[in-house]
Nanobody
Framework: QVRLVESGGGLVQAGGSLRLSCAPS????????MGWFRQAPGKGREFVAA????????YYADSVKGRFTISRDYAQNTVYLQMNSLKPEDTAVYYC????????????????WGQGTQVTVSS
């Protein structure tokens, strides 16, 4: 059974930083893609960032470009989302997602999802 275990959320002041981690278990995604999405209260889920596991190509939503960085660690089998210069509008539940095959656009095609981790940015 595939599980995506997220960690690293919390409360931070505007301008601060947080790093989210996602460790998939149950299968590898060496030909696929890992992504981060978020959902703020009263809003739909939106794409944040994605990374191809093999090759490391990265993709970002315009709203986070220049502030967030997605990366992966082969040895730790973990994907990270480094979030800098956080803004109150970044407040949301952040979800890790995994796709076995990177055959669609970076914001779609995900088959597995984590339970979510809360990020709250105070002004």
């Amino acid at each position: 059974q595939v599980r995506l275990v997220e960690s690293g959320g919390g409360l931070v002041q505007a301008g601060g930083s947080l790093r989210l981690s996602c460790a998939p278990s149950g299968r590898t995604f060496s030909n696929g893609r890992m992504g981060w999405f978020r959902q703020a209260p009263g809003k739909g889920r939106e794409f944040v960032a994605a990374i191809s596991w093999n090759g490391g190509g990265t993709y970002y939503a315009d709203s986070v470009k220049g502030r967030f960085t997605i990366s992966r660690d082969y040895a730790q089998n973990t994907v990270y989302l480094q979030m800098n210069s956080l803004k109150p509008e970044d407040t949301a539940v952040y979800y890790c997602a995994a796709a076995r095959w990177a055959t669609t656009g970076p914001a779609s095609g995900y088959e597995y999802w984590g339970q979510g981790t809360q990020v709250t940015v105070s002004s």
